[in-house]
């Protein structure tokens, strides 16, 4: 059994949570639907074939001939042909300076991981469960001292406006996630910081709708806020990371729609 709560936070009522939230934790395979998820995002990555060889270097083995290498105290390998008969510096080679790379990254690798799909439906039941898991929600840093799972009442979905969004969400007694999530923003290091907008935001509270009326616009500018369907559910928005007991919200409509079409069984 679980409480539905209103928009004020006053419990309205009791509710039978579905199957899927009695399902056993299994953190190995959310954290293999997770990785086949990310896998999907993946770009191919190859070289340009002529590589570290675009240069006049070449090897001279031959004795008495110009720019001779053996019996000259130096490495026959590959050099630099300089004016004058002379020889610059090794080129080519691996191991080289400018040479080039012995096992170069190939277009053809296979770089997105493959799941079974009764693997990836178990993955994202044993999710759900372990975001009524009170101790795995508080594992994974979230700041909240709720009844969990956390079921709200469908008027929650009609919210067109971020800023009755965030006022609903700190009445509920989320504003302590929501305080750790923007105060929690940081730049990335390295050349991150000049991809994916160079900054990372902590993942905050999951909402979890039936029909979007308008809560999706009202909370994508909330940082750590993310919303989503309930038939649109993925292992990765629920365990980010692969880790999983994520903070979230159920709208009472989603938990029946859960119910009555057995999504994810």
């Avoid at 709560?5 to 056993?24: I, M, N, R, T, Y």
């Avoid at 490495?75 to 080129?91: A, D, H, I």
């Avoid at 469908?154 to 969400?169: H, N, P, Q, Y």
């Avoid at 909330?222 to 990765?236: C, N, Q, S, T, Y």
Wanted: with cysteine.
């Amino acid at each position: 059994m679980a409480f539905l709560f209103d928009l004020k936070g006053a419990k309205e009522g009791e509710l039978q949570v579905p199957s899927q939230f009695l399902q056993p934790v299994r953190p190995d395979l959310i954290r293999r639907a997770v990785h086949a998820q990310a896998s999907l995002r993946f770009q191919p990555k190859g070289n340009f074939v002529l590589a570290g060889t675009l240069t006049s270097a070449d090897y001279f083995g031959r004795r008495h001939e110009p720019r001779q290498t053996i019996n000259t105290g130096r490495s026959r390998l590959p050099r630099e042909k300089l004016p004058g008969g002379r020889l610059g510096n090794v080129r080519i080679v691996p191991h080289s300076k400018g040479g080039r790379r012995a096992h170069p990254p190939k277009t053809h690798k296979i770089i997105v991981e493959r799941i079974n799909f009764k693997e990836k439906n178990k993955a994202i039941c044993s999710a759900i469960s372990a975001t009524g898991d009170g101790e795995l929600v508080s594992g994974r840093g979230h700041a909240h001292k709720l009844i969990l799972p956390f079921i709200v009442d469908s008027k929650f979905e009609e919210i067109t406006r971020a800023s009755d969004a965030r006022k609903a969400l700190e009445t509920l007694g989320f504003a302590g996630d929501l305080e750790r999530a923007a105060s929690g923003r940081r730049m990335r290091s390295g050349r991150a910081k000049l991809r994916k907008g160079g900054y990372r935001t902590p993942k905050s509270v999951l909402i979890v709708y039936a029909q979007d009326k308008g809560i999706w616009k009202a909370t994508r500018n909330i940082p750590g806020v993310d919303a989503v369907r309930v038939d649109k559910l993925d292992a990765e928005s629920l365990a980010p990371g692969g880790v999983p007991g994520r903070l979230t919200i159920w709208t009472k409509s989603a938990i029946d729609k859960l119910a009555a079409d057995k999504l994810y069984l």
